[in-house]
């Protein structure tokens, strides 16, 4: 004697995931009474959906990028014509910079005696 809710849970049990020995990425694939597993045209038709929507983000993120880009550069462009300066301003150098330079040149002091007297790091 077959219960009237046995029917209804053996339909469950028969789309439930299987695994396939060829499945890729352990896709699930589903019974089906003509085929083995029908998940395989869900599978291509899920891929074929993500391939688009990706192909679709991507292009909008591209989009935004260069958008950002342009107007970037047209802030850059507005803030030069009003006179704005870029940049680290620069370090006034010491008085006594060109003698010591003129030294170093003629080889009579070393890049790290010149720097050690103007008060600047050698990388300067």
Request: aromatic share 8%; net charge positive; hydrophobic share 35%.
């Amino acid at each position: 004697m077959v219960r009237q809710q046995y029917p209804a849970k053996l339909e469950y049990l028969r789309i439930l995931p299987c695994k396939q020995p060829g499945s890729e990425r352990g896709q699930a694939a589903y019974h089906n009474e003509g085929n083995e597993c029908a998940g395989r045209e869900k599978n291509l038709i899920g891929t074929l959906i993500s391939d688009i929507v990706l192909t679709l983000l991507s292009y909008v993120a591209e989009n935004e990028r260069a958008n950002i880009r342009q107007r970037q550069a047209e802030g850059i462009a507005a803030a030069k014509k009003r006179g704005v300066r870029f940049g680290r301003p620069p370090k006034p150098l010491p008085d006594n910079f060109y003698d010591i330079y003129q030294r170093w040149r003629m080889k009579k002091i070393t890049i790290n005696q010149a720097a050690a007297e103007c008060g600047m790091p050698r990388s300067t």
